[in-house]
């Protein structure tokens, strides 16, 4: 006698600011693909493929979502352009063949899930191994001035968006397992981001190609997040510029975060060339839960 099988249960996820709301249909998600090719890596997406029959937009439609593709245009990455994250992929797993006429496969982001449906630090992730496809990614050149760093242990890293509007310069100490630096943290939008950060000091970094940054606020609206408007890879976040008013007007959380944090800035090191981040012991930390006021999942 047949094994039945489980009824599918329904996931709802949404971009953090929440222009697009989605659910998906899908029996229990216990197993993700990870794809370390060259978009993928830098955005950190974990993909489940839902049939299309199996897709609703509760909010926004897809085909407003910001699109990216490259090399050969087979698959485009659609992101949010207000808050940077991305949500979808679409295009054919399996190439069409010649006369074949087949819907695209609709990839989503588990990341952009809502808050407590899956851990991603705990899911079981199995790697595609994109990066070994035709054609080889050429990594966008930093041109910039360099950066500038006071320690004679720093080194020069160079880094870049996937399109290569936005290129970085970093100083810093060896990115091994040894780094002390880097963190990976689950609140509201880094989660969703799959960012791992570093905060050197603002001498250490570089950012040619600032104008193709999208500048994303929320909550309190003192940490500002920039991505590139054109392929949507979150690059870093830095505090906005207050006045000592508006700091004495704050409250004692956030007057010591933004005492500690004015001067240097967090760099997403998923953007960084020849970089793993895996190979890093990045730490990592509840900040769904530590920052408040929480976020309200919509």
């Given at each position: 006698?047949?094994?039945?099988?489980?009824?599918?249960?329904?996931?709802?996820?949404?971009?953090?600011?929440?222009?697009?709301?989605?659910?998906?249909?899908?029996?229990?998600?216990?197993?993700?693909?990870?794809?370390?090719?060259?978009?993928?890596?830098?955005?950190?997406?974990?993909?489940?493929?839902?049939?299309?029959?199996?897709?609703?937009?509760?909010?926004?439609?897809?085909?407003?979502?910001?699109?990216?593709?490259?090399?050969?245009?087979?698959?485009?990455?659609?992101?949010?352009?207000?808050?940077?994250?991305?949500?979808?992929?679409?295009?054919?797993?399996?190439?069409?063949?010649?006369?074949?006429?087949?819907?695209?496969?609709?990839?989503?982001?588990?990341?952009?899930?809502?808050?407590?449906?899956?851990?991603?630090?705990?899911?079981?992730?199995?790697?595609?191994?994109?990066?070994?496809?035709?054609?080889?990614?050429?990594?966008?050149?930093?041109?910039?001035?360099?950066?500038?760093?006071?320690?004679?242990?720093?080194?020069?890293?160079?880094?870049?968006?996937?399109?290569?509007?936005?290129?970085?310069?970093?100083?810093?100490?060896?990115?091994?397992?040894?780094?002390?630096?880097?963190?990976?943290?689950?609140?509201?939008?880094?989660?969703?981001?799959?960012?791992?950060?570093?905060?050197?000091?603002?001498?250490?970094?570089?950012?040619?190609?600032?104008?193709?940054?999208?500048?994303?606020?929320?909550?309190?609206?003192?940490?500002?997040?920039?991505?590139c408007k054109i392929c949507g890879v979150p690059v870093y976040s830095e505090a906005v510029q207050c006045t000592?008013?508006?700091?004495?007007?704050?409250?004692?959380?956030?007057?010591?975060?933004?005492?500690?944090?004015?001067?240097?800035?967090?760099l997403n090191l998923r953007v960084i060339n020849g970089l793993d981040v895996k190979d890093l012991n990045a730490?990592?930390?509840?900040?769904?839960?530590?920052?408040?006021?929480?976020?309200?999942?919509?």
């Open positions: 006698m047949a094994e039945e099988q489980a009824p599918p249960k329904t996931y709802r996820g949404n971009c953090h600011c929440a222009a697009f709301v989605y659910e998906i249909s899908l029996p229990e998600i216990k197993q993700a693909s990870e794809c370390n090719c060259s978009i993928c890596y830098k955005k950190s997406t974990i993909w489940v493929f839902p049939k299309p029959s199996d897709v609703k937009f509760v909010k926004g439609d897809s085909s407003a979502l910001t699109n990216y593709n490259f090399n050969n245009k087979q698959k485009t990455h659609k992101f949010c352009s207000t808050c940077g994250v991305s949500l979808m992929v679409v295009g054919y797993l399996r190439p069409l063949e010649t006369g074949e006429n087949r819907a695209p496969d609709n990839g989503f982001n588990i990341r952009t899930f809502q808050h407590g449906q899956i851990d991603v630090w705990k899911l079981d992730i199995k790697t595609f191994d994109g990066s070994a496809l035709p054609p080889k990614y050429e990594v966008p050149k930093f041109t910039g001035p360099q950066p500038v760093g006071d320690s004679e242990d720093l080194q020069l890293y160079t880094g870049s968006c996937h399109c290569g509007a936005v290129t970085v310069g970093l100083k810093s100490k060896p990115l091994d397992k040894n780094f002390q630096g880097a963190m990976e943290c689950n609140c509201s939008i880094c989660g969703r981001y799959g960012a791992t950060w570093t905060y050197p000091p603002k001498a250490q970094v570089v950012t040619e190609g600032r104008g193709d940054l999208g500048v994303y606020l929320f909550n309190k609206n003192i940490a500002s997040k920039k991505f000592e008013e508006q700091v004495a007007q704050m409250d004692e959380g956030s007057r010591q975060w933004y005492t500690r944090s004015k001067d240097l800035i967090a730490t990592r930390f509840d900040g769904y839960t530590y920052i408040q006021p929480g976020y309200v999942e919509p």
